[in-house]
């Protein structure tokens, strides 16, 4: 999947040089299925993500959630828009190739940082992630965008995130919930999403046993969820970046709460995205 560099003439007498992360079919594959593994893109940088979840982790922010399953066992820790503070995280996302596979996957001559998420469960953890969509949950609205789900352990197909292949051209948006299950908004008009897990033989579902430095490329409009994590001794650390492409629009949506909420943004309904929360990576 990786490519050399490629050469591309502007003019007779000026070169540049434009680096290509991706093959043609992992870009193909991410636009008809909704998702894509692109495999050891982000090796150089595990160690980075690594240590910057170990400090977000040592020093959450305030809103950060922990979730339990019924039985016990380990936590289900979830976190984000903690890059201003992280060195880490910010390292990764300023110098590392992320912007430019996002140019590549949304086909955006802009790629701006929405936030980044990160997801932790510990082993033991009897908490699935239920089946959800990303873009209703948002303050933003483009037709680029882009969530890049990194693995920073092992994760075998068995609890890996699954997406329902093509669900980003449903032209649908369901009620997004917390992971516990409880609706974000009571009566934000959505319906509910159908039973994915009861069902699964009327879907595509596609998933890939990942390693630390591949990533899960998908659409803030996919459909996915993740098991709980079975393993007995592994932890499943996940780092997730979300970018979004050109012509992407601030979204207010009246009497519902957004996640995350982004409560300093001071920009209107359908406002370019101009705001120092969400700096521009490559223009
Ligand atoms: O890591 C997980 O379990 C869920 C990840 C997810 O929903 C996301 O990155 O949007």
Request: net charge negative; hydrophobic share 35%; glycine share 8%.
């Amino acid at each position: 999947m990786l490519l050399s560099n490629v050469g591309i003439t502007l003019r007779d007498d000026q070169e540049e040089t434009v680096s290509r992360h991706l093959d043609d079919q992992t870009i193909q594959a991410f636009r008809d299925k909704g998702a894509a593994v692109l495999r050891g893109i982000f090796s150089d940088w595990v160690d980075t993500l690594r240590d910057g979840v170990d400090a977000n982790m040592a020093d959450p922010d305030p809103t950060a959630r922990i979730y339990k399953g019924e039985n016990g066992g380990g936590r289900f820790f979830v976190d984000y828009c903690n890059w201003a503070r992280i060195p880490e995280y910010k390292d990764f996302i300023f110098n590392s190739p992320a912007a430019e596979i996002g140019a590549e996957l949304m086909d955006s001559r802009q790629v701006q940082l929405f936030h980044e998420h990160v997801l932790v469960k510990e082993a033991q953890t009897g908490v699935p992630t239920p089946w959800h969509q990303d873009a209703p949950y948002y303050c933003v609205e483009g037709p680029k965008t882009l969530s890049l789900w990194i693995p920073l352990d092992e994760i075998p197909r068995e609890t890996t995130l699954e997406f329902v292949s093509g669900s980003h051209k449903w032209d649908k948006f369901f009620r997004p919930q917390r992971f516990d299950g409880s609706a974000l908004n009571e009566n934000d008009g959505l319906e509910d999403i159908p039973d994915i897990n009861g069902n699964r033989s009327d879907y595509e579902i596609i998933g890939w046993p990942v390693s630390p430095g591949d990533a899960v490329a998908f659409d803030y409009r996919t459909i996915h969820g993740a098991p709980a994590n079975t393993s007995a001794s592994s932890q499943r650390r996940a780092f997730s970046l979300r970018l979004v492409g050109d012509d992407v629009r601030f979204v207010r949506r009246e009497g519902i709460v957004t996640s995350p909420p982004f409560k300093e943004v001071t920009l209107q309904h359908g406002d370019s995205l101009a705001a120092e929360e969400f700096p521009v990576l490559l223009s």
